[in-house]
């Protein structure tokens, strides 16, 4: 049993798509009613809607109401919708989950066009293939949820990093549905969350959802991690993915990889939980996972000092203990298991 949600990131609504502005938690739950490409666009660019399964939603979600006004005006062709689709993808590089739904709805577009639909027959299919991937992506949170509580043994010590709950996937999240799942199932775990620095996703966004769900956590500094682990105050540590490459090559938020290492120079198990939209099968490696810059001002360094903000690192497979998908747990040799996933 999953506590039920008391906020809803995303949301369609009579003028278009809610959402919540997650640039202003955990102070002030602001939301912002959107009915453009461009509009989607910004919120997805300044991180108003972030995480890897719900910006591909978002994405999907905004796309569908531009195409009804654009229907509406007449103007819904087929050069139309591509342009609107490549400004939302070109919105942020690294997580494949917004690739994965433009996809799906280029697929989605391109069919009803061929079909000779026109106009707000089209836009009603893109409204419903935006739907479906919303939903799908939220049965694919239970399922990991329900995958990777077989992981946790009651009492223990559960480290995670940034932000994977409803906030980051419009369901239950990925390594955060796992924490809530074990919650839920009475284990009694303790919940350590990293700050994340620079955006603080962490401090701000999950501690806020562990809190309005009832889930006791405590947040530490980053730099905190290694010495709790060596004290031993660690038992495991779960997070989740922007991108998976065929050899499990992991994409996650700067950070992940040093916890990667921590975690194995302590001894700890350290687990990966993504949906399926996640894998990126296309790239045999890590290494050509395109990785985000994002501006200075996020550091926000002492005048006359430059600042370098990748804002994703890899984590080599090697690292892993396994990774928690929504169609079970994959354990190493992890290219095999991920080749046997898309077969
Ligand atoms: O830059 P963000 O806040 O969009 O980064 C999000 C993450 O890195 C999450 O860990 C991630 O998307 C994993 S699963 C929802």
């Known amino acids: 049993m999953t506590v039920p949600a008391s906020f809803a990131p995303i ?13 202003h938690l955990p102070e002030r739950e602001v939301y912002l009613d959107i009915r453009t490409a461009d509009a989607m666009a910004e919120a997805i660019r300044s991180l108003r809607v972030r995480g890897a399964p719900l910006i591909g939603i978002a994405a999907a979600m905004g796309l569908a109401v531009a195409a009804e006004d654009a229907a509406e005006a007449g103007m819904l062709t087929p050069a139309w919708f591509h342009s609107a689709a490549d400004l939302l993808q070109a919105t942020r590089p690294t997580a ?12 989605r577009a391109t069919a009803a066009f061929a079909d000779r639909k026109w106009g707000r027959e089209v836009s009603q299919a893109l409204r419903d293939e935006a739907q479906r991937i919303w939903d799908i992506e939220a049965g694919m949170c239970v399922a990991i949820g329900e995958a990777g509580a077989e992981l946790i043994t009651p009492g223990s010590t559960v480290l995670t990093h940034c932000n994977t709950g409803r906030l980051a996937t419009g369901g239950l999240g990925t390594a955060l549905a796992v924490i809530s799942e074990a919650h839920a199932r009475g284990m ?40 709790l682990m060596a004290r031993g105050e660690i038992d495991l540590v779960i997070t989740g993915a922007d991108r998976i490459a065929a050899n499990g090559d992991v994409a996650n938020k700067i950070g992940t990889y040093a916890l990667a290492v921590l975690a194995d120079a302590h001894g700890i198990p350290f687990y990966v939980a993504a949906p ?22 996020e550091i926000d360094p002492a005048p006359g000092v430059e600042a370098y903000n990748p804002a994703f690192d890899v984590t080599p497979a090697s690292l892993l203990a396994a990774i928690v998908t929504d169609r079970g747990v994959l354990r190493p040799p992890l290219e095999a298991a991920i080749a046997a996933l898309s077969s």
């Open 11 to 23: 949301e369609w609504t009579t003028g278009g798509v809610r959402i919540l502005d997650q640039s």
């Open 188 to 227: 009694e775990i303790d919940v350590v969350v990293t700050e994340t620095r620079p955006l603080r996703q962490g401090a701000r966004l999950t501690a806020w959802e562990l809190a309005k769900a009832g889930i006791p956590a405590r947040v530490i500094v980053d730099g905190a991690a290694a010495s």
């Open 276 to 297: 399926l939209s996640t894998f990126d099968v296309s790239l045999r490696t890590g290494d050509a996972i395109p990785i985000e810059e994002r501006g200075p001002e």
């Open 96 to 107: 494949v989950n917004l690739p994965w739904a433009l996809d799906r709805m280029r697929q």
